[in-house]
């Protein structure tokens, strides 16, 4: 059935149409040509339908209702304009502006849009796109249409000179007045299209739009002389043929000159403008003599436009601007831009100098400090602490077991004990720290249970080793401590006097200026680093402070002054003070209110430290005179098997003297006794084991059925019953407000920058020297082939440099690392105020001048090119990757803590971001599962970026073996995988990486940089 309408459609068509070369006037005449082509066929399957339509025509001559389909392998279909047929398809491959199956429509729209995408003409003239021309409009006007035809970000020029480049399009009017004036007003017109490399050109002939004859001229020479003006096709070939009943082509009441296309006309064809005035000539020797013998005229005469969408370095003629020299305004370019970052670093500098942290203390200028009515006082109230049941065990070991007791304001707890009997685990639990094993027990404050947010505000921690940052005063590091955590509501005079009072108080007054150092660069001494972070936590008065062991490493003298200056804190505003202690010395001691005594864990006592000696004596444990209390409370716990014969020992005593006397104890003599007796002391209770078991492992049961420890649960009780309501929103005081926390903390941090200002120096060093050597290297790069790859390198170089030099922010944060999770744990500020500050005075000083710098000194030295703002386009690129690359950097370096495995990996981060910079692999040849890391290569949108903005607008010109080639930039870095128009959308990508890094690293400091004990 198929068959048998193929064969209808060809006749229907042949008879309907009326057209084509080969003119089916009935069935005979189908077979003929179906056998003609058979001979001559290409494809057996398209022939062998042909056969089949054939046979099966034998067979049923009477099914001929439906036409055969259009295919231009059949003799009675033919391609109009000389197209040629698509043996494939059997349709025609239609000539630029022409559609519809045989190709005889005219297409309007725009020559860019493509054949298949073209509307056909419905109205008798085209309405073109604008920017097109022509009849049908293949003939560009503008040059924004022509950047169709150019790689991507590429723009392309529409030459209309006339000369062709590769394929061009001509729009001629004829003007031999003898053929217009014989239209009767009806306009002839001519469109002739060439192909340079083909070698072939047409040629149609138009009457009001309407075609008439069209000629396809073959083996043409193409020359054009660009002195005298004038461009010559000259055209071997030449074919013509008439469209059926068209004007001249047999249409009622024309001539029709078909018969004398087909067989007359054969070439040479001859088409020759002058390039100034546009006016043409077509000249084919049977033509001219036709129009000489009609009209009168040696040949068509023509007035042509012409139009061919090129790029800029196509064009004949075209010079390839030498390098642009550096110009005046360039040049005040680059030094406005260095001035103005200088500058910015200069006022930076000036400001944060004046920044109150940065001012040199000076004693006498402070207002007093005047305790009653100071507003740190405003929203405290006493604080009572009792705890009761407080155990903690950590990986299957019981650290604490049912640790009970109290302390009211005005009173100082000490927690006594042996190493490791778990005093700082006690001092952590109580002080709400976040524990790693498992805590029990409650602890109440007035009697309540409190949120341990709220807890953590009226609670201050002084840790047993001191995280200060080593560049800072002493008066600073502790005036940081007040102004960010004293109330905002006091003045800053305040604030000072009460730093320089509590200077005063741990006696460090004097050396109030010294900084604090470092283990390789010297500072104050160990205690003196003690007192400093005693003082600031004791700058805040907090309700509750606890401190763990603040008087190791101190001598007696200061042991006792650190202590004293506790008490005075606890006894003049109320507070309530918890320590442990090494070693405490008996004057010490007598400074204790309570005392919480600890052996492996286990409560030994709790009480009243004026109760203490008594209960241990009642119990056996006698504390020979004038032996110092606390050594011999360590000694219970520790080896109580020897105290406890002592004790008990019915033996002569040979310290009687000393354990007898009573009242003042002569120390030198007591020193002089046991240095005398020390063996004797040492060694005389070994035997006696028995007398020793029935003590050993007691000492905690005896302490909890002692009425002591009833009287304290009693006390416990009775406070919990009755609790003392606590307004828990007056305790949140208003402490420093956020932004004068990222003040604050910005001005510390770069004073520790600038302070030690090696690495800040280092990097503007090494981009002054970077920059140098690179202007050197590649001085005045030329635009050649090399001249490429000279800056593809440089922009290469340039950003490894800065990427690597990134992975210094690793260092800068581990370093901080321990002194923010112990600041954040102690309420210092809000870590997001730690990151801006970070970001601000270490990112910003570290990352944004150096590029700035570096790419200040290769533009002019280098000679890369300074159109369309391409300098500050690449410091913008250049910035925007060393932030985003530092920020990863920094992500890194919160996520992992050891040094050596974050410079591994920021080096893996950094390498892997490098190989999919687009330099090592061809972005195109990507394979699908691993384009990913191509999308989040800070390198890959920075290179690319780069390259565009160099390279983009330049044409490469190279001589080889005597051939010159001219290349856009723009096709190479296409080549290369690069997007060419992808300026924009890389610096966005860049921008967005930087942001979504710094919002990750954000939240990795906040979520997993956590103080865990
Ligand atoms: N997270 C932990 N993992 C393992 N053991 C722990 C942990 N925390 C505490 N311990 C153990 O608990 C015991 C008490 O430790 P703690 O630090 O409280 O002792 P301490 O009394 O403060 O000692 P020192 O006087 O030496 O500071 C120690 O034996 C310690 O090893
Ligand atoms: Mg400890």
């Not at 601007?321 to 000036?350: E, M, Q, R």
């Not at 976040?434 to 341990?452: A, C, H, P, Q, S």
């Not at 509501?489 to 604090?516: G, H, Y």
């Not at 010395?585 to 430290?609: A, T």
């Amino acid at each position: 059935m198929k068959y048998v309408s193929l064969a209808a459609i060809a006749l229907w068509s042949a008879s309907v149409l009326g057209a084509g070369a080969v003119q089916v006037r009935n069935e005979k005449d189908l077979y003929n040509n179906f056998d003609r082509i058979k001979r001559g066929a290409v494809l057996n399957d398209v022939f062998d339908i042909k056969q089949s339509l054939a046979d099966q025509y034998n067979e049923s001559e009477t099914d001929d209702k439906c036409p055969p389909c259009f295919n231009c392998n059949l003799p009675n279909f033919e391609c109009v304009q000389f197209s040629q047929c698509n043996t494939f398809t059997g349709r025609c491959e239609c000539r630029d502006g022409y559609g519809g199956l045989d190709c005889s429509e005219p297409l309007c729209g725009s020559l860019s849009d493509g054949n298949n995408n073209r509307p056909s003409r419905q109205e008798p003239t085209c309405d073109c796109k604008p920017g097109w021309s022509g009849i049908n409009c293949n003939m560009c006007t503008e040059d924004n249409v022509c950047d169709a035809f150019m790689p991507e970000g590429l723009s392309g020029t529409c030459y209309k000179s006339g000369i062709i480049v590769n394929k061009f399009h001509q729009m001629c009017d004829v003007t031999n007045p003898k053929i217009i004036s014989i239209l009767g007003g009806k306009k002839p017109q001519a469109t002739f299209s060439c192909n340079r490399s083909a070698e072939n050109c047409d040629f149609q002939f138009w009457i009001d739009q309407r075609e008439s004859f069209y000629c396809s001229l073959n083996k043409c020479k193409l020359d054009y002389d660009l002195s005298a003006n004038t461009t010559h096709y000259n055209c071997e070939e030449v074919a013509c043929k008439c469209l059926p009943d068209r004007m001249l082509c047999g249409e009622a009441g024309s001539i029709d000159i078909s018969e004398f296309l087909t067989e007359t006309i054969k070439g040479p064809g001859d088409f020759s403008c002058d390039v100034a005035d546009r006016t043409c000539r077509f000249s084919e020797p049977s033509m001219n003599d036709l129009i000489q013998s009609v009209f009168g005229d040696p040949y068509i005469t023509l007035k042509c436009k012409s139009g061919e969408c090129v790029h800029k370095s196509e064009i004949p003629g075209y010079d390839i601007p030498d390098k642009t020299k550096l110009t005046l305004n360039n040049i005040i370019l680059i030094i406005g831009v260095a001035l103005v970052c200088g500058l910015i670093i200069i006022s930076g500098v000036h400001n944060i100098n004046q920044s109150p942290l940065f001012k040199q203390s000076g004693e006498d200028l402070y207002e007093p400090f005047d305790a009653d009515n100071a507003a740190m006082n405003k929203n405290f109230t006493p604080t009572t602490l009792s705890f009761e049941n407080v155990s903690y065990t950590v990986k299957g070991q019981t650290v604490l077991k049912n640790v009970f007791g109290i302390v009211q304001p005005r009173e100082c707890l000490a927690i006594l004990g042996g190493s490791g009997a778990g005093k700082t685990t006690l001092l952590d639990i109580l002080a709400g720290k976040n524990k790693g094993g498992i805590v029990t027990g409650d602890i109440y404050v007035n009697g309540n249970i409190l949120e341990n947010e709220d807890y953590k505000r009226i609670v201050g921690y002084v840790d047993q080793e001191d995280h200060l940052i080593p560049t800072l005063t002493v008066y600073e590091t502790v005036l940081n401590s007040a102004l960010l955590r004293l109330p905002r509501d006091m003045t800053l005079r305040q604030k000072e006097a009460r730093v320089v009072e509590v200077l005063n108080e741990l006696r460090i007054l004097n050396i109030k200026d010294r900084v604090i150092g470092s283990d390789f660069k010297r500072g104050i001494s160990g205690g003196e680093k003690r007192r400093v972070s005693i003082a600031c936590e004791l700058v805040t008065s907090p309700s509750v402070l606890f401190l763990d062991e603040p008087t190791s490493g101190l001598d007696a003298y200061n042991a006792r002054n650190v202590i004293e200056s506790l008490v005075k804190l606890s006894r003049d505003f109320n507070r309530t003070i918890v320590f442990t202690i090494h070693q405490p010395r008996s004057n010490i001691v007598s400074l204790f209110d309570k005392l919480i005594l600890l052996s492996e864990g286990d409560l030994v006592y709790s009480g009243d430290m004026i109760k203490c000696n008594d209960y241990f004596a009642r119990n056996g444990y006698q504390c020979p005179l004038g032996y110092n209390i606390a050594d011999f409370l360590i000694d219970i716990t520790v080896k109580h098997k020897q105290i406890g014969k002592s004790s008990s020992a019915e033996t002569p005593d040979v310290h009687a003297e000393f354990t007898q006397t009573s009242g003042e104890t002569d120390t030198t003599r007591e020193w002089q006794h046991y240095a005398i007796h020390r063996d004797d002391f040492n060694h005389d209770h070994d035997t006696e084991e028995d007398t020793v078991v029935q003590y050993t492992g007691n000492l905690s049961t005896v302490f909890i059925e002692s009425p002591i420890a009833g009287d304290i649960k009693q006390e416990i009780t009775a406070i919990k019953e009755s609790p003392i309501a606590i307004d828990v929103s007056r305790k949140r005081i208003k402490r420093a407000s956020f932004l004068s926390q990222v003040l604050i903390v910005s001005s510390r941090t770069f004073k520790n920058l600038y302070r030690n200002p090696r690495l800040l120096l280092s990097h503007y060093f090494l981009s002054f020297l970077v920059g140098g050597f690179c202007g050197y290297l590649y001085y005045d790069v030329h635009n050649d082939i090399s001249g490429f790859q000279n800056r593809l390198g440089l922009f290469f170089f340039v950003l490894a440099f800065f990427g690597f030099s990134s992975l210094t922010g690793l260092h800068s944060f581990s370093t901080e690392r321990i002194i923010f999770i112990r600041e954040r744990a102690n309420n210092y500020y809000h870590p997001l105020s730690y990151y801006l500050s970070k970001i601000f005075c270490d990112v910003l000083p570290l990352r944004v001048f150096p590029p700035i710098l570096l790419v200040s000194i290769i533009y002019p030295l280098v000679g890369l090119t300074m159109e369309h703002n391409a300098f500050l386009k690449t410091i913008l690129v250049v910035v925007l990757f060393n932030v985003a690359v530092s920020v990863e950097m920094l992500i890194v370096g919160i996520l992992i803590k050891e040094p050596g495995t974050s410079t591994m990996l920021g080096v893996l981060v950094l390498l892997l971001s490098l190989l999919f910079a687009g330099l090592f692999v061809n972005s195109e040849d990507l394979k699908g599962s691993i384009r990913w890391l191509e999308w989040v290569s800070v390198f890959h949108y920075a290179y690319e970026a780069l390259s565009i903005n160099e390279v983009k607008d330049l044409i490469l010109k190279e001589k080889k073996y005597g051939l010159s080639i001219e290349v856009p930039g723009a096709v190479i870095l296409s080549t290369f995988g690069f997007d060419v128009g992808a300026f924009w959308k890389d610096i966005s990508y860049l921008g967005g990486l930087a942001v979504t890094f710094l919002i990750i690293g954000y939240v990795f400091l906040h979520y997993f940089t956590i103080e865990k004990r």
